[in-house]
């Protein structure tokens, strides 16, 4: 229970407000057995320092993709964001508040978009 207050408090500290967290539990419960330091955070810096969110927008990509919060930075964020790169997607703000959804997304697509690609 304890490590739950924690994360509780600490999502409050990054400007998540306290009526959207039932939501955003119930969107994504494995939020609540995240540990802070090796997976939370890397995500808050992973927004502020590769995708440009200023602290008080955190607010807007959480609750419209809880699931972030939950994403390895090393495994998933990063690959993600380096292949939308190179497929061409420049505008970090767009993919940040609009597309969220593709960071989050496994990149094994990258078959199935060169696929599509390649398609007449």
């Given at each position: ?12 500290s990054k400007g998540i407000h306290q009526k959207d967290l ?99």
């Amino acid at each position: 229970m304890k490590s739950i207050h924690s994360i509780i408090s600490f999502l409050l500290s990054k400007g998540i407000h306290q009526k959207d967290l039932p939501r955003i539990f119930g969107m994504c419960p494995k939020i609540l057995t995240s540990n802070i330091n090796t997976d939370l955070n890397p995500v808050f810096d992973f927004l502020l320092q590769e995708l440009q969110v200023k602290d008080h927008n955190f607010i807007k990509i959480v609750k419209k993709n809880p699931r972030f919060l939950t994403s390895s930075v090393i495994n998933q964020l990063k690959p993600a964001l380096f292949y939308l790169k190179k497929l061409g997607f420049k505008d970090l703000a767009a993919l940040t508040y609009q597309d969220s959804i593709l960071l989050v997304s496994n990149v094994e697509i990258r078959g199935k978009l060169e696929e599509l690609k390649e398609f007449p």
